[in-house]
């Protein structure tokens, strides 16, 4: 009987290892010389970069007989596809799938297995997450020829998270554009900068701290959504007006190096953006830190996100169709349902 993994190697691939803070493969004897001719070949340190290494060195898997092998091979040509952080979530989400699922043949799935595992699972959001993957897997394993039929797409419903309902009133967006800063440049003057560009564009956090002074054309902001950028690769230009200018201009000023080419910038005069891992780790904790300024200097008393200030973007659009175009959605449908969320005002009926 084979020796049981330690726990903190369940769910990997066979012959994987984690120790020393990186990701190893255990060569099988013989095989020594495609991996350098050594027998614990480092994969990297990361999950996404082990699985980067290793999709270099082995050719495409043509059979599979098992979830798990249906899941490795997932790991190996979908996910390095995928943008970063979406990456690093696709990992761990396959890591705890294979764990459960890895043993079962491809077609022993059903849906019931499905739901059991949805309601065992204590994290009811990692759940749909994990089970999200584990259906793309599935519309892979037809579209590869490993199966004739997805085993539970459209039978399995879960409840969706409840989407939030905050709402940022006019008047704590101006308590927090008037916070005092402590200097003459600095964090206070780079959010409310940020905040101010957030409301008039609606862009997503990761498309706004990319900006650069190269995206500032004749007619507009020119803008290609990260989100769509390997899909669609729709570009939208965010039409000059007196306040987009001078918001742009306001950003520059608090830049804490002026000849970095990004609007956001941090003291070295990089993206606040992290490419490898989709991350913008100073700039959340910059965020914090002027959210607990507001809490305890304002007349605001509940916090709120800066995924929040695009819902409110979208919320003052004067029209749906303004707010999907501000959005950059293919349609008005999620617009609806997550972004708009200003109270409906009606008329009582005498």
């Given amino acids: 009987m084979p020796k049981p993994r330690n726990p903190e190697n369940k769910g990997l691939p066979a012959r994987w290892k984690q120790q020393h803070g990186a990701y190893y493969y255990r060569v099988p004897p013989g095989l020594e010389m495609l991996w350098e001719n050594k027998q614990m070949f480092r994969l990297g340190k990361t999950l996404p970069e082990a699985y980067k290494e290793w999709a270099k060195r082995l050719d495409s898997m043509d059979k599979a007989n098992t979830i798990g092998q249906l899941l490795d091979r997932y790991a190996l040509e979908v996910v390095p596809t995928k943008a970063a952080a979406t990456q690093m979530g696709n990992s761990r989400h396959i890591k705890r799938l294979r764990a459960v699922f890895g043993h079962m043949s491809l077609t022993s799935l059903e849906p019931k297995d499905v739901y059991k595992y949805a309601d065992k699972r204590g994290s009811k959001v990692n759940a749909r997450q994990e089970i999200g993957v584990l259906s793309?897997?599935?519309?892979?394993?037809?579209?590869?020829g490993y199966i004739n039929k997805h085993p539970f797409k459209g039978e399995v419903r879960l409840q969706a998270e409840q989407s939030?309902?905050?709402?940022?009133?006019?008047?704590?967006?101006?308590?927090?554009?008037?916070?005092?800063?402590?200097?003459?440049s600095g964090s206070v003057h780079t959010i409310q900068a940020y905040i101010r560009l957030k409301l008039l564009t609606g862009l997503?956090?990761?498309?706004?701290?990319?900006?650069?002074?190269s995206m500032l054309t004749e007619d507009g902001i020119l803008v290609t959504p990260r989100k769509t950028q390997t899909s669609s690769g729709?570009?939208?230009?965010?039409?000059?007006?007196?306040?987009?200018?001078?918001?742009?201009?306001?950003?520059k000023e608090a830049r804490p190096v002026?000849?970095?080419?990004?609007?956001?910038?941090?003291?070295?005069?990089?993206?606040?953006?992290?490419?490898?891992?989709?991350?913008?780790?100073?700039?959340?904790?910059?965020?914090?830190r002027f959210m607990d300024r507001v809490l305890t200097e304002t007349k605001v008393k509940e916090r709120f996100t800066e995924h929040d200030l695009r819902a409110k973007a979208a919320s003052d659009a004067g029209s749906?169709?303004?707010?999907?175009?501000?959005?950059?959605?293919?349609?008005?449908?999620?617009?609806?349902?997550?972004?708009?969320r200003k109270p409906e005002k009606v008329k009582p009926l005498r």
Avoid at 138 to 144: L, P, S, Y
Avoid at 164 to 184: F, H, I
Avoid at 263 to 268: A, G, I, S, T, Y
Avoid at 270 to 284: L, P
Wanted: charged share 25%; glycine share 4%.
């Fill in 136 to 144: 793309h897997a599935f519309t892979k394993a037809v579209e590869w």
């Fill in 164 to 184: 939030r309902t905050r709402y940022v009133e006019d008047w704590e967006v101006l308590e927090c554009l008037a916070l005092a800063p402590m200097r003459k």
């Fill in 204 to 213: 997503r956090q990761g498309d706004l701290l990319r900006l650069t002074e």
């Fill in 234 to 251: 729709k570009q939208t230009i965010y039409e000059w007006s007196e306040e987009l200018r001078a918001a742009v201009v306001l950003a």
């Fill in 258 to 288: 002026h000849i970095s080419p990004y609007l956001f910038c941090n003291k070295w005069g990089e993206c606040y953006m992290d490419e490898k891992n989709g991350r913008a780790y100073g700039w959340s904790s910059m965020w914090q």
């Fill in 320 to 340: 749906i169709e303004h707010a999907r175009a501000l959005l950059s959605h293919v349609n008005s449908n999620i617009t609806q349902r997550v972004y708009r």
